[in-house]
């Protein structure tokens, strides 16, 4: 038998998500993680531009958090794209620092 919270929670998820925004984000999202550390693989970024956009995309998206959770925007088209922007900027955050991971330094010639 299916718990009732499970239940509440799992109809949350299938009806009152906008699945419209939902997948397309989900899926930009992906592609920006994927992405930077491909770029930081074949030496397209250096090290200090992957630190300082990880950093900087991290103090935006806090800073967007935060204007995401105000009263008068939540719930309207800009807290929507306020809570887009914060997504993205997570992902080039998490992005940049598992770059950092995958970074080769490109050939000397």
Known sequence: MISP???TSLG????AARLGILIPLLLACLFVVVMIPTAARRG???IPSCVWMGLGAAVLALAMGKL????????TITGIIVSIV????????????VGLYFFRQPPQE
């Open 5 to 7: 919270a499970f239940a």
């Open 12 to 15: 949350l998820l299938l009806f």
């Open 44 to 46: 397209k970024i250096t």
């Open 68 to 75: 995401a959770g105000v009263s008068g925007v939540r719930g």
């Open 86 to 97: 914060f997504y993205l900027l997570i992902a080039t955050a998490l992005g940049s620092f």
